[in-house]
């Protein structure tokens, strides 16, 4: 009878075998994304400084497992933090991270949920807390689709990235306003949806003003999702007014891939929360 083995070495060796794969996963794909309550810290450290090695990016999700120093050593390893409001909300330990991830050039990407407006009594952070997240150089997603956003604070938020080499984007659902074509001069990427319909002459018009107001910008612009059915001749007007479009129509999905830097969006291209 072959010898068993203890339950604990065979949980080891099923550990040191998911760390390996995840290894070779950081050498030969483009972009990895992973969980950190997926791996052990030291694979996790172990493949962020392999992916760093090969040119290619290291995504960790943050669970909220993990302390604080320990993300900082994954920062300095090359690691890119997605977190968000409801599980990561300090904004000076976000600041840190992003501090110690400067030299491996590593990414601090954080979505704001909760309404900006909000006093910082209630648990939810204030306008001038999240425009001192963007400062820092943390990276800023929010969108409008649970809670409305003051557009002046949205500009101001551009107006900030500046100070610390971050991005802003903006993910708007429903109808189109002429404040977008603001947002977007300011150096924000603005996301908008046909939401399953085509546009109509005056938001075809709104969203040309939006494209070039974002051509006219030291980064950011203006990324288009294509829900459903477009007529050839209103995507070619999209498309002159230098936005980004991306197919969320499985067939079209596979005949346009977007040319999209990877910072204008969460971890998905296709992600319009």
């Known amino acids: 009878m072959p010898e068993e083995i203890p339950e604990s070495s065979a949980g080891e060796i099923l550990a040191a075998e998911r760390g390996f794969r995840l290894l070779d996963k950081a050498r030969a794909v483009q972009s990895l994304t992973v969980r950190d309550d997926q791996q052990a810290l030291a694979w996790l450290l172990d493949a962020a400084r392999t992916a760093r090695r090969h040119g290619r990016r290291f995504r960790l999700v943050d669970s909220g497992r993990l302390d604080v120093s320990s993300l900082e050593w994954l920062a300095k390893a090359g690691a890119d933090l997605y977190t968000a409001d409801d599980i990561r909300p300090d904004v000076p330990d976000l600041a840190r991270i992003r501090k110690a991830g400067r030299a491996s050039g590593s990414r601090t990407v954080f979505f704001l949920y909760s309404p900006m407006e909000a006093a910082p009594a209630t648990g ?124 969320n129509i499985p067939f079209e999905r596979t005949r346009w891939r977007p040319s999209l830097p990877w910072r204008a969006y969460y971890l998905d291209t296709t992600f319009l929360p």
Do not use: C
């Open 124 to 247: 939810a952070l204030s306008l001038e807390m999240v425009i001192e997240l963007v400062r820092s150089g943390v990276d800023l997603h929010v969108s409008n689709r649970k809670k409305s956003r003051d557009p002046a604070a949205l500009l101001n938020l551009a107006a900030s990235r500046r100070a610390g080499g971050a991005e802003v984007v903006y993910y708007h659902r429903g109808p189109l306003i002429q404040e977008l074509a603001d947002l977007a001069e300011a150096g924000a990427w603005v996301h908008v949806s046909n939401s399953k319909r085509d546009f109509n002459a005056a938001e075809l018009a709104l969203l040309r003003d939006i494209g070039r107001a974002g051509g006219r910008a030291a980064g950011g612009g203006l990324v288009v999702h294509v829900d459903a059915g477009i007529e050839r001749a209103v995507l070619g007007e999209i498309r002159k007014s230098g936005a980004h479009i991306i197919f």
